[in-house]
């Protein structure tokens, strides 16, 4: 029997991702000390004052970034006339809603859990919005369509067809029930969210719709949107009953619809840059900002009816004053104008290339003043005090977090001799990394470095510039020491330390290759009295071209210089002179490495191949394509002869050197990786990126097969394949049909794996019913505790998560879902699972229900099914209410009391047991509490949010049980 060789995984570390601050479109704030921004594929919660770290929501190892991000704002209590509105306790346990480049929308609670995962979408997210105060949420996305989802079911509700680009923005009309989108194919629509069907398209735009927003400031409801033109564009949102038929006539009126559009105009922007985001301040309703694509927001202010009366009167005296001074002219009729409503109140300028901004909703002086939050495209979060009121505008710059990420893209990492510390250089200064810590220890105000190396000793840093200069940095203080401005004529491309560590070299743009000694000298900073390191040129090997890499032999005997011409030259590191050429390369080799045991040389090139040569003869052991781009890395891992290789295709390959053989692929990377760095024992790599992140990578204990691991990933592509085309196909039949509502779910691998285990769960029972009395039951039963086969196919479809149970009851066939409807019936009718037994009931009943009522064996089911759901739901919907009550008298306790959430934290209330009702997760069902007597006591703030919290979950639950009671009721 062949021997088959394994090898142990390379995987992300924990952290071990960091140095990016802010990536995508995506700001927000979480609470009065925190704000989340998008990094990559994950998103941070930090600290606002000191930078910190709080949270990380996602996994920081996916190749699918953040494309959209909203936070739920807190609920709002009137302060009257002295101030702003002021945020109440958060009562929902939803803080952030992220959607991805692949479709999908998760969502997250205040500590960072993962609620759910909705995928809907074919395409990246591109507009998220929550509707009913968080019980629905809206997204949009580049495949042209709008889900809405069901928070608290965790499911889809329907799919909307109707735009022909890619939604850009969404917004809410609740007192009517309407859902407005606009998108790039430069319409506006508007949606009936019952009815599940498009009731207007407002046209007018000659561009692309990039953003929208609805205010209903001073009692007028007003839409403004945002185009790639210099003007926002104002429609009057009037109700269909009490508009004027002046207003009709002038509007985009459709019958049937219940409000009615009326253009008013449009403002000027003071940007000629096109529109990013309009959005309305949570706690200042009368203030409009609007980003556009540079370094400034523009801000604009809803005057109140005082002033807008007070401006008419005194135009209308001018207007008076001027018909008296001419002599028979007519007075001239004031009417309200678009300029009386919005001015334009000022600029905010940041300092850089804006991604996003938001309103700080927890942010309340009692002034006119408001906080807003900047993700910048340098890597960096400002946040700004802003005031707007009558004739004052001013702002302030409150806080910056820039210090833990570089500001441009990474260009080269290096190691310190014991692994502890990493060095990053970019095109704006380096930054010293401990990797224990995985926290940023010094920032150096260096040049444009092109490559970095540690000084045996970890105490000194040095620099090489694309303007051929050589930085010494002293690491304890980040002061720069020394700069040797004429090192090179032209970029300085790499360098390499000598074995012996008594030097280093340097190869640049300007066809040379400089050797370089260290040295102590009299330090000039102290008076000559210490001394301090410098570096010596010592020798210069003109070459004749530029010099792309330079590497010593780990026995110091060869020098290998990577030139301009595509070949790589072996020089003997004594002497200087000339060994072997190696030529094969079709581009330029870009980087290369030598074996521990000085045998392999390994070179990677702009052809997108890796070369293994023979050190000894310069022969070529072994040539393959190995990325889909430029390699701009390539090492080995420790004394073994397993290569490490990097490319601008944003991925990390391993290769077995001795075999050829290609093992496994570290995906994580957003943009090309520029650097590569191993450990002196390869138990773990650092790489750096374009995209701002630093990865570090461990070797675990996992063993790869390759043969397995070859069989896995083209397994991954055909299901991929397979899904990709079923999409393209139900997205075909929807055009050709001209439906405009759908299922918002859609078919993936999760609900392709959780269907196959439902379908083994369905077979063990039917298995195990079979088996006669006395025999063993199956091993699966035994490990979970030998519970029933019934109560292991209850536990299968518990397992399968809420927004994708709909889709793997689709996948599911007939006969099974015939097979599956009589344990329903008989959970139901126990009590067991109510909520989601009776889910998945409707669902099959709607999907097969042709099938089922004409099959006689099913008639039994279905009248038991008839008799016994409809009491269950209506005493969980009781149970509820009674709950809901118990809140209620709590709440009343301690209104008595006289104490408010944020003073309870010292202070006893004390309530009867008998109305504690249990606080419950999402997807926990709602248990009746039993009466006890005593008294609870020391109710602090965190646990009134809980309440409220619970009581909102219960609320909106009772809406889902009063949904489903209809639909029950419909079918009866």
Same mark, same amino acid.
């Given at each position: ?33 925190d ?9 941070k ?60 929308v ?8 993962? =609620?759910v995962?909705?995928? &809907? !979408?074919?395409?990246? /997210?591109?507009a998220? $919005?929550? +509707?009913?105060?968080?019980? *629905? %949420? ?18 889809? =509700?329907?799919?909307?067809? &109707? !735009?022909?680009?890619? /939604?850009?923005?969404? $917004?809410? +009309?609740?007192?009517?029930? *309407? %859902?407005?989108?606009g ?20 046209? &007018? !735009?000659?561009?692309? /719709? ?12 007003r ?39 009326l ?61 008296a ?41 009692r ?20 005031e ?50 995985k ?22 840093v ?138 392999l ?34 090492k ?7 290569l ?84 393209a ?72 998560p809420s ?31 109510v ?13 097969h ?54 003073c ?52 909106q ?8 009671l209809l ?6």
């Amino acid at each position: 029997m062949p021997q088959v060789k394994s090898y142990r995984r390379y995987a992300a570390a924990t952290d071990g991702c960091l140095g990016v601050i802010a990536s995508g479109p995506g700001v927000a704030f979480v609470s009065r000390t925190d704000v989340a921004s998008a990094t990559l594929s994950t998103v941070k919660i930090v600290q606002i004052r000191t930078g910190e770290t709080v949270a990380e929501c996602g996994d920081p190892c996916s190749t699918d970034a953040v494309s959209a991000l909203v936070a739920l704002a807190p609920a709002l209590q009137d302060n009257g006339e002295d101030g702003p509105a002021i945020p109440k306790a958060h009562a929902s346990g939803i803080a952030l809603a992220a959607g991805y480049h692949d479709g999908a929308v998760r969502l997250w609670s205040h500590n960072a859990a993962e =609620i759910v995962c909705f995928r &809907g !979408h074919r395409s990246a /997210v591109s507009a998220l $919005a929550f +509707l009913e105060d968080g019980a *629905l %949420l809206a997204s949009g996305a580049n495949d042209t369509d709008v889900i809405v989802w069901d928070v608290v079911a965790e499911t889809g =509700i329907v799919r909307l067809h &109707g !735009h022909s680009g890619p /939604v850009t923005a969404i $917004a809410h +009309l609740p007192q009517h029930k *309407l %859902l407005v989108t606009g998108s790039k194919d430069h319409q506006v629509k508007l949606w009936d969210i019952a009815g599940q069907y498009c009731v207007q398209t407002i046209v &007018g !735009h000659s561009n692309e /719709v990039c953003s929208l927003v609805l205010s209903t400031y001073g009692g007028h409801t007003r839409l403004i949107t945002g185009s790639t033109d210099r003007e926002l564009r104002v429609w009057a949102v009037l109700d269909e009953s009490t508009a004027s038929e002046d207003d009709k006539s002038q509007s985009q009126c459709a019958n049937g619809v219940p409000v009615v559009f009326l253009p008013l105009g449009s403002v000027q922007r003071k940007s000629t840059e096109r529109v990013v985001s309009l959005q309305l301040s949570p706690t200042r309703p009368d203030v409009l900002v609007c980003q556009s694509a540079d370094k400034a927001l523009d801000v604009y202010r809803f005057r109140d009816a005082k002033e807008i009366t007070k401006r008419l009167k005194r135009r209308a005296k001018r207007a008076k004053e001027k018909a008296a001074a001419t002599d028979g002219a007519q007075e001239d009729i004031v009417h309200q104008e678009l300029e009386d409503e919005i001015v334009h109140a000022g600029l905010v300028r940041v300092s850089g290339k804006i991604r996003s901004f938001a309103f700080d909703p927890y942010f309340s002086d009692r002034t006119n003043k408001l906080r807003l939050g900047v993700a910048l495209s340098n890597n960096s979060i400002e946040t700004h005090v802003v005031e707007v009121a009558p004739k004052v505008f001013s702002y302030d710059k409150n806080t910056e977090l820039s210090f833990a990420g570089h500001r441009t893209p990474l260009r080269a990492v290096t190691l310190s001799d014991d692994d502890k510390f990493v060095c990053t250089t970019s095109n704006k200064g380096a930054k010293i990394w401990d990797r224990g810590t995985k926290q940023c220890i010094r920032s150096l105000e260096a040049g444009y470095g092109l490559c970095v190396m540690f000084v045996p000793g970890n105490r000194h840093v040095i620099i090489g510039t694309r303007s051929g200069e050589l930085q010494l940095f002293d690491v304890a203080s980040g002061k720069l020491l020394e700069t040797i401005d004429d090192a090179h004529d032209g970029a300085i491309w790499s360098m390499d330390l000598q074995p012996d560590k008594h030097g280093f070299v340097t190869g640049g743009a300007d066809h040379s290759v400089n050797l370089w000694e260290f040295e102590l000298i009299p330090d000039e900073h102290n008076n000559f009295v210490s001394k301090r390191l410098s570096c010596v040129h010592v020798k210069t090997l003109k070459m004749t071209d530029d010099v792309m890499c330079v590497r010593f032999s780990p026995d110091q005997r060869f020098l290998a210089i990577a030139l301009l011409d595509a070949t790589v030259k072996v020089f003997f590191a004594d002497s200087l002179k000339f060994f072997v050429s190696l030529y094969g390369h079709k581009l330029p080799v870009l980087a290369m490495d030598i074996s521990r045991d000085n045998t392999l040389i390994a070179t990677g090139s702009g052809d997108k191949n890796i070369k293994i040569w023979g050190l000894d003869f310069g022969d070529c052991h072994k040539s393959f394509f190995a990325h889909q781009d430029v390699i701009t890395g390539v090492k080995f891992l420790g004394t073994s002869h397993y290569l490490l290789s990097t490319s601008k295709d944003k991925t990390v390959k391993m290769w077995d050197g001795d075999k050829f053989e290609y093992i496994l692929t570290l995906e994580g990377h957003h943009a090309e990786i520029s650097g590569l760095a191993v450990s002196a024992t390869g138990g773990f790599v650092v790489s750096v990126s374009h995209d701002r992140s630093i990865r570090f990578w461990e070797r675990s204990n996992e063993l790869i097969n390759l043969e397995e691991e070859r069989e896995l990933e083209r397994e991954q592509q055909q299901e991929q394949e397979d899904i990709a085309s079923e999409a393209a196909a139900a997205r075909a039949r929807a055009m050709q049909d001209g439906d405009e509502a759908d299922r918002a779910g859609k078919r993936n691998i999760e609900t392709m794996k959780a269907a196959d285990k439902l379908i083994e769960a369905i077979e063990l029972v039917e298995i195990e019913e079979s088996k006669a009395p006395g025999d063993a039951p199956n091993p699966l039963l035994i490990a979970y505790g030998n519970i029933s086969p019934e109560d292991y196919l209850e536990r299968t479809i518990g397992k399968i998560p809420s927004s994708e149970l709909d889709e793997s009851l689709l996948v599911l066939p007939f006969s099974y879902a015939m097979k599956l409807l009589p344990y329903l019936d008989k959970w139901i009718k126990g009590g067991a699972a109510v909520e989601r037994s009776t889910r998945c009931v409707l669902f099959l009943m709607t999907v097969h229900h042709n099938q089922i009522v004409s099959n006689e064996k099913m008639v039994p089911v279905l009248q038991s099914l008839r008799t016994n759901t409809l009491p269950q739901i209506t005493q969980l919907k009781d149970t509820i209410g009674f709950n809901m009550a118990g809140l209620r008298f709590l709440q009343q306790q301690i209104n008595e009391a006289g104490m408010s959430a944020p003073c309870m934290t010292n202070r006893r209330v004390e309530v009867h047991r008998f109305w504690a009702p249990k606080l419950l997760r999402g997807r926990s069902a709602c248990v009746p509490q039993k009466r006890h007597a005593g008294w609870v006591s020391c109710f602090s703030a965190r646990v009134w949010c809980s309440l409220q919290e619970f009581a909102r979950l219960m609320m909106q639950r009772r809406w889902q049980l009063d949904a489903m009671l209809l639909r029950l009721r419909s079918d009866v």
